[in-house]
């Protein structure tokens, strides 16, 4: 076995002493060493790039017939059965806990905390499936019918007196912690079903996203502006989901029970599934490239390896690359060499002693190098998204116990509490329709860019919009908390004042709205569009990461608040109090605002420093 094309770099003349530095500032990207033999970890051989292939892995002979936005509908559909599952649960799980599993408070809001943040940060494992493995449809397509099996599970659950407590039971009992608590089996089967949920989630929400981004033709003059309307257009089908969850299943619960309301969650997942698979013959996909985790241990372990070898040894060949314009990664074309982490560029040294037939966890392809720079890269921008997503948990319970001290009455027809999460979802709606007649035309006189608004500008404009909204939720809820003290309500913090309207939190809630259209939107684009292409479901698995950390956050935080400001044995209540008319719920809103302040700098400098792979593969040529 031959090696071909394998040239040399001359060694250049440099001043004794500053050898090593010269030569590494070189850029190295130049040299490739072509072999026409490579010896491939997941023996699949080569890949024509980012083609995309049918069903079965053949090429697709006439793209018009397959993907577009007819293929991308049947993928909105799903995700807005999922996000309609999640929300419902979300929204109704705590308070099913409370009223019929008879679990306290805290326990119940931090369980469902927890398995919302386990639901969203186990999308890696999902992400790594799609990617090395399964592709992402047959990943949705197994992981949709995981998720209907834990709904239909809850929902038996739910329907089932075996499976509840003794509900005789009156509110004052209910209060005072005086019901008949679940049986630990109980309380088992529940978090089994619930956690087989989360599970299903898991494979779902980091490849939906991506496999409809699929559906575009890269290749097209207008990929571009495909792809920034599809992302608008599938948050926009989350949004639709949770107002679906916030309206229509709450009232399901208040006039036909818990059964119904969680079996109305099923039959939506249920009828998203077929609909899922019924356009299955108009569906693009890319193949899976192999184990992605193997990828980057053998690049980590390679360079570790060849840590001590000097780019200016005698021994050195060049950088190693398989020839042709495919990559050794199957799924992916070839990436161009970078000057970032040169450290890990020792991975690709390609030396004299690594002969003909080079092991892989020796010698890695520039391409492979490359992919785990670029993962690297990406971790800073969802991270800065961690506080975002961990204001939206707190505010669906802080701004809950606001609202149940408040009148919700809209004219004749009273609100239920449960269903005010759905006013910021109106205003997402509100704001994504009005995004291409509106913000862009606007913007891009401001910007001179074409879409208004680059992937870090929208996020910085998100993280920047939720600085705003939870400064004003301290406010108001400063003004909130006197106005019970002045108007005698301070003991009694189950009762709404009649006269403090509950739509004064639709300000907060609107601004969060319009953080959230910016922050995640642009992240869900900026992650697909910078991910190596054999890793696109990991990359857009980082956006749901960044959720389930807020969400373990959110939790962590109250813990530590409680615990500081407040003491129990000494009869001193926290910040958190369970009391909100004797507690300081508008410091806390301030720490959270303090908090974004300094998130938001740190993400300014990281997103300053940032280079677009275009920008870098442009400054190449």
């Avoid at 001043?15 to 023996?43: P, Q, T």
């Avoid at 002969?355 to 010698?363: A, H, I, Q, S, V």
Wanted: proline letters at 4%; aromatic letters at 12%; one cysteine or more.
């Amino acid at each position: 076995m031959a090696i071909s094309e394998i040239k040399s770099p001359e060694t250049p003349t440099v001043v004794e002493g500053n050898s090593n530095n010269s030569l590494h500032r070189k850029k190295l990207g130049i040299y490739f060493v072509e072999s026409d033999n490579r010896r491939m970890a997941f023996g699949r051989g080569y890949t024509g790039g980012t083609t995309p292939v049918n069903l079965h892995g053949k090429p697709i002979s006439d793209l018009s017939k397959t993907g577009g936005w007819l293929a991308a509908l049947f993928i909105f559909g799903n995700e807005m059965a999922e996000r309609m599952a999640y929300f419902g649960l979300s929204v109704n799980m705590v308070a099913f806990m409370i009223y019929i599993m008879h679990k306290p408070f805290a326990s119940s809001s931090n369980a469902v905390n927890n398995f919302l943040g386990i639901s969203q940060a186990s999308s890696v494992l999902g992400g790594f499936i799609a990617d090395a493995y399964l592709g992402r449809y047959w990943t949705i397509a197994i992981f949709t019918m995981i998720y209907l099996g834990g709904l239909i599970g809850i929902t038996v659950g739910a329907s089932m007196k075996i499976f509840m407590p003794n509900q005789d039971c009156d509110q004052l009992s209910l209060l005072l912690g005086h019901c008949e608590q679940a049986k630990p089996w109980q309380m088992l089967y529940l978090y089994t079903v619930l956690y087989i949920t989360g599970f299903g989630a898991a494979g779902i929400r980091p490849c939906v996203s991506s496999f409809g981004a699929d559906q575009f033709d890269e290749r097209s003059r207008d990929y571009k502006s495909h792809l920034d309307r599809f992302f608008n257009f599938f948050y926009l089908s989350v949004t639709i989901g949770a107002i679906v969850a916030f309206s229509l299943v709450v009232y399901i619960q208040m006039e036909h029970g818990w059964g119904l309301a969680f079996g109305s969650l099923a039959v939506g997942m249920g009828l998203s599934n077929m609909l899922f698979f019924v356009g299955t013959p108009l569906y693009r996909h890319r193949l899976p490239g192999g184990s992605p985790l193997t990828r980057v241990a053998q690049v980590l372990v390679a360079a570790y390896r060849k840590r001590k070898h000097p780019f200016s040894s005698s021994e050195y060949i060049g950088l190693y690359e398989v020839p042709g314009k495919h990559s050794a990664v199957k799924g992916s074309g070839k990436i161009a060499h970078t000057d970032d982490f040169s450290w890990l560029d020792k991975a690709a040294l390609q030396l004299k002693e690594d002969g003909p037939d080079p092991d892989p966890w020796r010698l890695c392809t520039v391409t492979q190098v490359e992919e785990v720079k670029i993962l690297i890269k990406l971790i800073p921008i969802p991270a800065y998204t961690i506080l975002l997503n961990l204001i939206l948990t707190e505010y669906l319970t802080l701004s809950i116990q606001q609202a149940y001290t408040m009148n919700t009455h809209m004219g004749h027809l009273k609100l239920p509490v449960t269903c005010i999460p759905v006013f910021p979802c109106l205003s997402i709606f509100l704001i994504l329709s009005l995004y291409y007649s509106t913000f862009v035309p606007i913007s891009r006189r401001i910007t001179g860019h074409p879409r208004g608004a680059s992937q870090l500008q929208r996020i910085g404009i998100g993280l920047a919009m939720s600085i705003v909204s939870v400064t004003w939720a301290g406010l108001f809820e400063r003004y909130r908390r006197n106005y019970a003290i002045e108007h005698g309500f301070l003991v009694g913090f189950l009762s709404s004042m009649p006269n403090l309207s509950v739509f004064w939190l639709l300000i907060q809630y609107c601004l969060i709205g319009i953080a959230e259209v910016f922050c995640i939107v642009g992240l869900l684009e900026f992650l697909y569009e910078e991910a190596p292409d054999a890793m696109k479901s990991i990359g857009s698995s980082y956006a749901a990461l960044a959720g389930g950390l807020g969400c373990f956050c959110a939790t962590i935080l109250n813990n530590i608040v409680k615990s500081a400001t407040g003491n129990e044995k000494a009869g001193e209540q926290s910040w958190l109090s369970q009391n909100i008319n004797t507690g300081k719920f508008d410091n806390f809103y301030w720490l959270l605002a303090g908090l974004s302040v300094i998130n938001f700098c740190g993400f300014l400098y990281s997103a300053n420093r940032y280079k677009y792979r275009v920008d870098q593969m442009i400054a190449e040529k």
